[in-house]
Structures are given as C-alpha cells and as structure tokens.
C-alpha cells in the first residue's frame, strides 16, 4: 500500500549509481549531497564494491552515505550480484533504509506528485517474467498519476560500452503508459536520450531516458521539472 504524499510538500530527488569503493571519488558526491536539501535518494545499482557483500556495504556505503539510508530508495546493479541473490545489497537496506520493503527485487513509491518504480536489470524482465507482469498491472491501475518515473541499473541504449537489451520489453512498457522519466547508471558516463518512438510502431508522448553513474551522477528534480 502507498503511502500519501502530503498535496503541498515539495519533492526534490537525488539519484547516482556506480558508488561506493576503496578507489572511486565516492565521498565527493557524498559531501555534495550533504549541502542538498532534498527529500529522496534514488540508488540506481552497483552500490557496494566489488561485489556488493555485506561486509562491502559495511566498509564502503555506510561511511560515506549511510547518514542518508533513510531518504534513500535503492536498486540493485550487477555489482552487487556478484553476491549470490544480491543478499549482501538485501541485508544492508532490510536494516538500514526504512524506505526499501524487505527483501524486495522491485517495489512502487510515491513522492511529491510522482510515482516512482524502483526496478531490477539483474533478472528477467520479458514480457512473461513477473516483474513485467508486476509492472503491467501496477502502470494498469486507475489513479495513475501524470508524472511517473523508473529506476534501475543497466542501460537499454548507450553510446558507451554497455547498453544491455534486457530491460527492452519494460522500458517499452512504461512509454505504453506514457511514463515521464528513466534513470539508469553502469556505463560511467553522462548520456540524455529522448524517445517520441519507442519501437517500431509504437508511440507515446516523448520520454525522457536518463543516464546516471559513476561520481558525476547527480540528478536533481523538483516538482515534476528537471
């Protein structure tokens, strides 16, 4: 069940992916997002370096950005299932961030005037895989609200080395359901894409793919504006 965002409280979202390790300039973005008033924190995957155990989380995330588990909203990257089930990812936000329903693969929020799914690039996402069916049903509901966003870890297009197919079958899914915003990371670069097309001859007013990671993946967002 959702939780009700208050009417006239205004949201403002942070989102980065590809974070915390013994080498990356993660406390870079951490002492930034110190200085941001900002109500979520949106995890877009490979969260805990090498392989997102719980020691890893344990030794890397939380003295960088464990003061902000309880605005955050994680997903998982591949990362992080370099342990088996991403168990180690599971076992830190099941106690740490408030916001994360336990042991949940995928999952539904809301803020501000948005609806926000927080999904997973790490298993199977066609159009016979529970997710997608999760997804369908959720997009299919009567008070979907106009501003509707998506996060997860890997790419479906890039310029860079790693745009991944997987999550294709949803990415179009959402732009059926006229979905506003995407957000992913893995490619360590900054890319913006917009689509009036989807695929083939299927359309829907333009969405916006955005493409975060790595330690210049600061995405902010106010009131359904970016």
Not at 55 to 64: D, G, I, K, M, Q
Not at 87 to 105: I, K, L, V
Not at 147 to 175: K, Q, T
């Amino acid at each position: 069940q959702l939780t009700p965002w208050g009417a006239n409280r205004r949201a403002v979202i942070v989102a980065a992916g590809d974070l915390a390790s013994d080498s990356y300039g993660d406390s870079d973005v951490g002492e930034l997002m110190g200085v941001l008033d900002f109500s979520g924190f949106l995890v877009l995957g490979d969260n805990a370096y090498p392989n997102g155990s719980l020691a890893e989380y344990r030794l890397y995330w939380a003295p960088v950005f464990g003061r902000y588990d309880a605005k955050a909203f994680p997903s998982p990257g591949n990362q992080d299932y370099g342990t088996p089930g991403a168990q180690g990812y599971m076992a830190y936000f099941d106690s740490a961030a408030s916001n994360y329903p336990r042991n949940s693969a995928y999952y539904v929020f809301e803020m501000g005037k948005w609806r926000w799914f927080s999904l997973n690039s790490e298993i199977p996402a066609d159009s016979s895989s529970a997710q997608y069916k999760w997804l369908s049903t959720q997009l299919s509901v009567s008070d979907l609200p106009a501003c509707v966003g998506a996060f997860w870890h890997r790419p479906v297009y890039s310029v860079g080395a790693y745009g991944d197919e997987i999550m294709h079958p949803i990415l179009n899914l959402l732009a059926v359901h006229n979905a506003t915003l995407v957000l992913t990371a893995h490619d360590h670069n900054y890319q913006r894409w917009r689509f009036p097309c989807i695929h083939l001859q299927l359309r829907s007013r333009s969405m916006k793919l955005l493409i975060r990671s790595w330690i210049r993946s600061i995405c902010l967002m106010s009131n359904g504006q970016m």
